[in-house]
């Protein structure tokens, strides 16, 4: 059975950092790329990062660019989303997601067929 789970979310202040984990289980998922996406309440879901298949190409939010880094372990069955220089408005649900083959997109969550569950990230002023 394939599962993402989610890790490393937690109550920061402003301007500090947290690192979110994403592992896979079932799959290594080391062909597909993958993505990061958040939620806050009253809120549609949100693109916040995404990396190739290869990890030789990333795509970032304007929102979060320059403070957010994504990154994929050798292994490929772990994708990083290093934040810093939180913010209040980064306040939400945090979700990891794997991009179907052969997507045109990294920005839309229709793309992104496996979900982790979540991890709450929030961020205090």
């Known amino acids: 059975q394939v599962q993402l789970v989610e890790s490393g979310g937690g109550l920061v202040q402003a301007g500090g950092s947290l690192r979110l984990s994403c592992a896979a289980s079932?799959?290594?998922?080391?062909?597909?790329?993958r993505g990061w996406f958040r939620q806050a309440p009253g809120k549609e879901r949100e693109f916040v990062a995404a990396?190739?298949?290869?990890?030789?190409?990333?795509d970032y939010a304007d929102s979060v660019k320059g403070r957010f880094t994504i990154s994929r372990d050798n292994a490929k069955t772990t994708v990083i989303l290093q934040m810093n220089s939180l913010k209040p408005e980064d306040t939400a649900v945090y979700y990891c997601a794997v991009r179907r083959p052969g997507g045109s997109s990294y920005r839309a969550p229709g793309e992104y067929d496996y979900w982790g569950p979540g991890t709450q990230v929030t961020v205090s002023s």
């Open positions: 990396i190739s298949k290869n990890g030789g190409s990333t």
């Open positions: 079932g799959r290594t998922f080391s062909s597909y790329a």
